[in-house]
């Protein structure tokens, strides 16, 4: 049943976004605690508007155990607009590294395994995320790990769709977003996911963003360079080769060679070892 606006009271705020706040709310009559994503009216940049408006509509049609769920929308009289989701209690992953430190390469695969079902879901209904990244990757109960954020997703109405128009965080852009003539040979705008996916997973397992050192201030334009003409980052050499064939799956430059969503869910580092079962 509909949770009405008037029968949540907040406890706390979460965090903030560019253009909203997100609190830790209650719903009175069952205690259950969510989370209420609100854009105030006030907000001018109808950019904002706009794309949570967007986020509306995609954890609408959107119903999987690795997106977070949406429980209700308000729109105000005043025009205030907020989102009801559910609670991650462990936050993002990237409050998550920098309170637990780097990910192991098990942790790693169960990450990459919840989220690569998310995004097989998402490709298949058509949708592209389009901005991946720690932060926008929350987590619940211990390890359970869902995507979250769709102020820049883009749903495909045709199948091929020119969308690389600048939007998401820069840093986890892929060659091919920045230069299609180069990397993206026979274009195909849900690569672009799989990349960052990579480069998340890179950088909770290094704990710095691969493509800077560690305490480098990124800067867009030695990013851009960086990601264009320099060589996809990669693993070091300690790590299993299991795990360095799966990121250089995820980081082919050239986006028709980067390995779909659902070719990764059966890659050697997702498949568990029988032996490890107990
Ligand atoms: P960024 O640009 O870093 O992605 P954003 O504008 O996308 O920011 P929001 O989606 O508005 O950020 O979320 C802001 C913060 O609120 C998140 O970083 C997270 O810590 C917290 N948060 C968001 N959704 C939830 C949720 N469902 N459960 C718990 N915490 C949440
Ligand atoms: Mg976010």
Partial sequence: SAISSSDIEKLQVLGHGNGGTVYKVRHKKTSQVYALKVVHADTDDSLVRRQVFREMDILRRTDSPYIVKCHGIYEKASGDIAILMEYMDLGTL??????????????????????????????????????IKPSNLL????????????GVSKIMYRTL???????????YMSPERFDPDTYGGNYNGYAADIWSLGLTLLELYLGYFPFLTPGQRPDWATLMCAICFGDPPSLPENASEKFQSFIECCLQKESSKRWTAEQLLSHPFLCKDPRSEK
């Fill in 94 to 131: 990237d409050t998550l590294l920098q309170k637990q430190g780097t990910f192991s390469e098990a942790k790693l695969a169960h990450v990459a395994r919840q989220v690569l079902n998310g995004l097989n879901y998402l490709h298949n209904h058509k949708i592209i995320h389009r901005d």
């Fill in 139 to 150: 987590v619940k109960n211990g390890m359970e790990v869902k995507i979250a954020d769709f």
């Fill in 161 to 171: 769709d020119a969308c690389n128009s600048y939007v998401g965080t820069c840093a």
